[in-house]
Each structure stands twice: as C-alpha cells, then as structure tokens.
Nanobody
Framework: QVQLVESGGGLVEAGGSLKLTCRAA????????MAWYRQAAGKERELVGN???????NYAESVKGRFTISRDIAENTVYLQMNNLKPEDTAIYYC??????WGHGTQVTVSS
C-alpha cells in the first residue's frame, strides 16, 4: 500500500521556522514529482511547491524566498523548510507524490 508520512508540524511564532519531512514507503517515489500542498480552514487546498526528480523546485508566489523544497532520493524523502513564517501560513500541510498519492497531513500554526 502506498504510504506518505509527514512530520515536523507544530506551533511557532511569526518570523519563526519549521522544517517538514515527508517519507515515502515505496521506492517508486524516486521517479516522480513530489509536492507540498496546504489547506487553511475554510479554504481550498493549494500548491505550495513541487520538485521533480532532477529539476529545480517550483514555488507559489506567496512562499517564494521563504520556503525551500528539497529531496533526498536515496532516502525517499522530501523536505519543506519554512522560514519567516506568517500567520497566513497556518494550514494543514500535505505531501503529494506523482499528483496521485497523498499523506495525511501535518498541522502548522503560526501565531501573531
């Protein structure tokens, strides 16, 4: 069964940092584009950014310059480093693999 497990969420003050981790249980994820999405309360899920197997990452305009996506192919892991967090970054963050598989999400709350 396909499995993605996110971790690293939590409560942080505005201006702080968090690093999210998504571990994939299947080696097939080495070949697909990995992405981070987020969904704030009462809003639709939105793309935060993605990274292909070999290309540079892409970011939503709202997080450019603050968030960094990276991946460790050997470890089937993708990371989301979030700096200078803002209250509007508060959401559940989801890992996605190949535009098909989803993790269960991890809550990020940024206090003002």
């Amino acid at each position: 069964q396909v499995q993605l497990v996110e971790s690293g969420g939590g409560l942080v003050e505005a201006g702080g940092s968090l690093k999210l981790t998504c571990r994939a249980a299947d080696a097939v994820f080495k070949e697909v584009t990995m992405a981070w999405y987020r969904q704030a309360a009462g809003k639709e899920r939105e793309l935060v950014g993605n990274i292909s197997r070999s290309g540079p990452p892409n970011y939503a305009e709202s997080v450019k310059g603050r968030f960094t996506i990276s991946r460790d192919i050997a470890e089937n892991t993708v990371y989301l480093q979030m700096n200078n967090l803002k209250p509007e970054d508060t959401a559940i963050y989801y890992c996605n693999a190949g535009a098909r598989y989803w993790g269960h999400g991890t809550q990020v709350t940024v206090s003002s």
